[in-house]
């Protein structure tokens, strides 16, 4: 079955230290993946995706994360946090094959940076 | 482009009312959601709607809830009667429907039954 994986629901840095969220995803056919980020009292938005092309995938505000086949994962990076980094963060799946599918989302990580 | 618009932003209703949240979507998207937000169960997707047609609704809790996209540019989420279990933030997403495309959410409604 078709799933994905946020390991932590709350992950909690210092200013300046290094993001790692983690993602996993099972499915038997090629993804499409998506980061989204979700600000307090406010909408989805979209922070970066992959689609197949290149395996590491930059996105705004300094974020990356990269696609890697063999542990199934598409953990999301940033090298030094800043205090507005503070969010809910969501990873989703889809299938990449056939016509549109519908996302599937992990159960969000509340990221919390501290001074 | 305006982005995904969701009305009102909040609704503060009492048990056993009627609630309509409201959607318009992003000008040229094909495909639109409407997505549950509780602490208790995340993020959870309620039913979908291509070129106006309903594709899935199992996420749909009971049938007390409907949805309706009467035309490309509008669509509609009643619950009816209200519980105050419904109270939860309601977000709309489109996406022009290919494959790889990212969905648009709007800023939600957050909808408190009392």
């Known amino acids: 079955a078709q799933s994905v994986t946020q390991l932590g629901s709350h992950v909690s840095v210092s200013e300046g230290a290094l993001v790692l969220l983690r993602c996993n995803y099972s499915?038997?056919?090629?993804?499409?993946l998506f980061w989204y980020v979700q600000y307090p009292n406010q909408g989805l938005q979209l922070l970066l995706k992959?689609?197949?092309?290149?395996?590491l995938v930059k996105g705004i505000n300094g974020f990356e994360a990269e696609f890697k086949k063999s542990e199934t994962s598409f953990h999301l990076t940033k090298p030094s946090a800043h205090m507005s980094d503070a969010a809910e963060y969501f990873c989703?799946?889809?299938?990449?094959?056939?016509?549109?599918?519908?996302?599937?989302f992990g159960a969000g990580t509340r990221l919390a940076v501290h001074p | 482009d305006a982005g995904v618009i969701q009305s009102p932003r909040h609704e503060v209703t009492e048990m056993g009312q009627e609630v309509t949240l409201r959607c318009k979507p992003i000008s040229g998207h094909d495909y639109l959601f409407w997505y549950r937000q509780t602490m208790m169960r995340g993020l959870e997707l309620l039913i979908y709607?291509?070129?106006?047609?309903?594709?899935?609704d199992s996420g749909m809790p009971e049938d007390r809830f409907s949805a309706k996209m009467p035309n490309a540019s509008f669509s509609t989420l009643k619950i009816q009667p209200s519980e105050p279990r419904d109270s939860a933030v309601y977000f709309c997403?489109?996406?022009?429907?290919?494959?790889?495309?990212?969905?648009?959410f709007g800023p939600g409604t957050r909808l408190t039954v009392l």
């Open positions: 997403a489109s996406v022009r429907g290919s494959s790889y495309n990212e969905q648009f």
């Open positions: 989703a799946f889809k299938e990449g094959s056939g016509g549109y599918n519908k996302l599937i």
């Open positions: 499915s038997s056919v090629p993804p499409y």
């Open positions: 992959y689609t197949s092309a290149a395996t």
């Open positions: 709607f291509n070129n106006n047609v309903p594709i899935d």
